[in-house]
């Protein structure tokens, strides 16, 4: 996460993941800027918190 995330190069990273604990771990890891979606029968809804 680091390598694609810290060097400014990327402006849009896709990551999925079926375990919401591994994903808020990886997540919390990142600086700057984020949106999590959880997506349902193809329908975006923002997740928060």
Same mark, same amino acid.
């Given at each position: 996460?680091?390598? +694609?995330? #810290?060097? $400014?190069?990327?402006?849009?990273?896709?990551i999925? /993941?079926t *375990? !919401? !604990?591994?994903? @808020? /771990?990886?997540?919390?890891?990142? @600086? $700057? @800027? !984020?949106?999590m979606? *959880? +997506? *349902?029968? $193809?329908?975006?809804?923002?997740?928060? #918190?």
């Open positions: 996460m680091h390598e +694609v995330s #810290g060097s $400014g190069a990327f402006s849009q990273i896709f999925t /993941d *375990n !919401r !604990r591994h994903l @808020d /771990d990886i997540i919390a890891a990142i @600086d $700057g @800027d !984020r949106l979606l *959880n +997506v *349902n029968h $193809g329908a975006f809804t923002p997740i928060t #918190g």
